[in-house]
Nanobody, 125 residues
Framework: QVQLVESGGGSVQGGESLRLSCVASERIGNNYVMAWFRQAPGREREFVAA???????YYGDSVKGRFTISRDSAKNAVHLQMNTLNPEDTAIYYC???????????????????WGHGTQVTVSS
């Protein structure tokens, strides 16, 4: 059972940046995918970004060019650098992980076995 702990959320003004981190409780192997999803009140959980441990990255259309996902293999961690934030980015951000996830499922929340508790990001205009 992999445990995921997120950190780095907070309240910022539009245009500012935040960096989220997610640390896994055990070593992440090359067949893992670690991802970020977000959920705003009254909306479905939305794919933000994913890092296939072999090195490939994937982004949701709404964050492409503004957010960057990266990994720290030594710490079993994945980070999400969020730049040029706007109020539409306000949500609870969740870290997720799954081993052996196929490419077509990377953007599907139900495909992930492990989830963190989430961290709140609030962007004011």
């Amino acid at each position: 059972q992999v445990q995921l702990v997120e950190s780095g959320g907070g309240s910022v003004q539009g245009g500012e940046s935040l960096r989220l981190s997610c640390v896994a409780s055990e070593r992440i192997g090359n067949n893992y995918v670690m991802a970020w999803f977000r959920q705003a009140p009254g909306r479905e959980r939305e794919f933000v970004a994913a890092f296939r441990w072999s090195g490939h990255t994937y982004y949701g259309d709404s964050v492409k060019g503004r957010f960057t996902i990266s990994r720290d293999s030594a710490k079993n961690a994945v980070h999400l650098q969020m730049n040029t934030l706007n109020p539409e980015d306000t949500a609870i951000y969740y870290c997720a992980a799954h081993r052996g996830l196929i490419l077509s499922s990377i953007r599907v929340p139900a495909a992930y076995a492990y989830w963190g508790h989430g961290t709140q990001v609030t962007v004011s205009s």
